[in-house]
């Protein structure tokens, strides 16, 4: 079966000729040295170039990133290795490196040295470290050399190829060669070294318009590939798909498979001659320079194939075709883990799959694993990784039944399984791109114009929707839904009583199923990258790096990660959400089950609920839960449930509840008394001087006298009234606010920290020496008729 590969352009970039490109490994840059003399840094996420070189008149054939040193190291037909610095845009050195063109420039991983080749038929190895002292001479090539590339399994051997027909391994430290392979009838133009730790394989293309594949240890070649019409000028194995990548001066870019050598795909963008290949380990975009300028494609899912089983606290993943087991119960003793960092995991290795792993998943009680690839699926026992079934698919998914599943035959058929025995197959209506399992299964059409759910048991058609998602995730209950598309994810409820009761009285039926299987209650515009649910909480990843859940109409977001990470699981009994990144890296994040009950019980308006569930929420986690409530316009509540005196006192204002005000300001102070004179001395250095301060404390006496005012005219019945006995109150206010409840105190801006607007306010609402007065006032009735405009305080 053929590889599944999405290719995607990310980036065209049109130039004078490149002969060399480059990825940065931790920004969004490539790199392109031209035949113009010039070398340009892309943009390859915004489209932009940010930084250009104008190294020389003659053509620059090779130039690499030196990310540890902020370095662009460029090699030239003037015979001058260039550092150059990439953010001052600095020449940091130059010197005369060969004595003919340089061809290609490697960077060792790990130590201060670079690699040249020329065509003055050396190689030679350069320590910056020693003022780019040439360390060695490597010298057996009769002809340019033309391409050298590092061993990234062993960094003390490199390889090297050459127009004298010949591919070479090397080591550091001894100036010949250790041996040659010999098989090309004509010049080799380019090697590369496979990445994965199971095949010991070199690969070639060169002139005779052939790639062949080699293994280094036994010095033999093991595959031939045909197919290109003109010079192969650029060969790449993938550092993480199954794939290897030739390209030709025919044009063409060929994607083969890495163990099949089947060839998957023929890609040509019409730029002419291609002249180079990057890829990079820990990423899926491969760029590629042409006679015209450059094209950068991402191939395939970059999410690794990985599962895991939240019952048992187990994660299997795959390393190329190795799989490995990781136990998070068997953390060191005294482990502490911490929100965002790295779990200290040990992966036990399980052995090498058959097949190249694309995607991995435990069924629902997580006693086996399937393994999909190459147009294949195994399932294996989980604990032992012993193969249970197998067969062909392009696609597989488990039911919510764990002895149940169904796989994509074809874009016609999909079959059903139960107890590893073919149950039923069908042919969906309008064909099958993709399947999605849970609750039903669900078929996503080929014309892209609807999505089926379908029983599992009969495989009936319950509803058909006019919608294209990538992503279908089920709560355990099976009553929720969320469909997630580009963009977008809809969060619809399944009335399971309605749909049984329209299948025993075959009414409401229609050709598109029955009509009220689903209603939606949520839509939001984000894009989900991956997502579970905890109750009636959806968990998920967004196209912005952040976690959120959705829970009855409200966002709300746990935490805001620096990289690209994806959903693994939730483990309830620990209260904990589990990720993992590119790198096969598992960290953590705390999420309350408690925290996600009692907020469901909330926005269901279900307080009974809530109140049974709101002691076992610890206190620390109480003042969130206020904010939320708090948001949600249950103020009364959320001053209940609130542990911030900040946050209760702003609640009991906004509210009117002033004596609760004076009390928490009151206890606010008798704090603040306890903080040692030194302490306090400087928390005053920090604010404005002592005249600013009760400037800013008479305007908020008014406004916190006129308030009260208001609120106990609104709740006594008292007329317009004005506030207190001094003369500088009575004029300050002489009718009531037009607002129809009192607003929020706050400090000024100048008074920064949660201690300082505390003690801010204790002291405005000491200062109105009067509170009672207010209420006296407002007993006593309106006296104070007359309606006068209010004086600026």
Known sequence: MPLRLDIKRKLTARSDRVKCVDQHPTEPWLLCSLYSGDVNIWNYETHAQIKRFEVCDLPVRTAKFVPRKNWVITGSDDMQIRVLNYNTLE???????????????????????????????????????????????????????????????????????????????????????????????????????????????????ADDRLVKIWDYQNKTCVQTLEGHNQNVSAVSFHPELPILLTGSEDGTIRIWHAGTYRLEFSLNYGFERVWTISSMHGSNNVAIGYDEGTIMIKVGREEPAISMDVNGGKIIWARHSEMQQVN????????????????????????????????????????????????????????????????????FVWAFDSSEYATLENSSTIKVFKNFKERKSFKPEYGAEGIFGGVMLGVKSISGMAFSFYDWEQLELIRRIEI??????????????????????????????????ARES?????????????????????TVKTGLWVGDCFIYTNSLNRINYYVGGEIVTISHLDHTMYILGYVAKENRLYLNDKELNVVSYSVLLSVLEYQTAVMRGDFETADRVLPTVPHDHRTRVAHFLEKQGFKQQALAVSTEPEHQFELALSLGELRRAQQLAAEAAAAEALVPARRRRLRRRRHRSHQDMLSERARLQCTVAVRCQYWRQSVVGGGGTHVGRAGRRQRCVRSVLHAQRPGRVSAPSHIQGKTARSRFLCQIIHSIEDVRDCEAVARGGGRHQQEVRPVAC
């Open 91 to 205: 020449r940091v050195h130059s010197f005369e490196a060969h004595s003919d063109y340089i061809r290609c420039i490697a960077i060792h991983p790990t130590q201060p040295y670079i690699l040249t080749c020329s065509d003055d038929l050396l190689i030679k190895l350069w320590n910056w470290d020693r003022n780019w002292a040439c360390q060695q001479v490597f010298e057996g090539h009769t002809h340019y050399v033309m391409q050298i590339v590092i061993n990234p399994k062993d960094n003390n051997t490199f390889a090297s190829a050459s127009l004298d027909t010949t591919v070479k391994v090397w080591q550091l430290g001894s100036s010949i060669s250790n041996f040659t392979l010999e098989g090309h009838d004509k010049g080799v133009n380019c090697v590369d070294y496979y990445h994965g730790g199971d095949k010991p394989y070199l690969i070639s293309g």
């Open 328 to 395: 998070l119960k068997a953390l060191p003793e005294g482990t502490e883990i911490k929100d965002g960092e790295r779990v200290p995991v040990v992966a036990k290795d399980m052995g090498s799959c058959e097949i190249y792993p694309q995607t991995i998943a435990h069924n629902p009680n997580g006693r086996f694993v399937v393994v999909c690839g190459d147009g294949e699926y195994i399932i294996y026992t989980a604990m032992a990784l012993r193969n249970k079934a197998f067969g062909t698919a392009q696609e």
């Open 468 to 501: 294209q998602p990538r992503h279908v995730f089920w709560s355990e209950s099976g009553n929720l839904v969320c469909l997630a598309t580009e963009d977008t994810y809809f969060v619809l409820r399944y009335n399971a009583a309605v749909v049984t009761r």
């Open 506 to 526: 075959n009414t409401g039926i229609t050709e598109d199923g029955i009509e009220d299987a689903f209603e939606v209650v949520g839509e939001v515009n984000e």
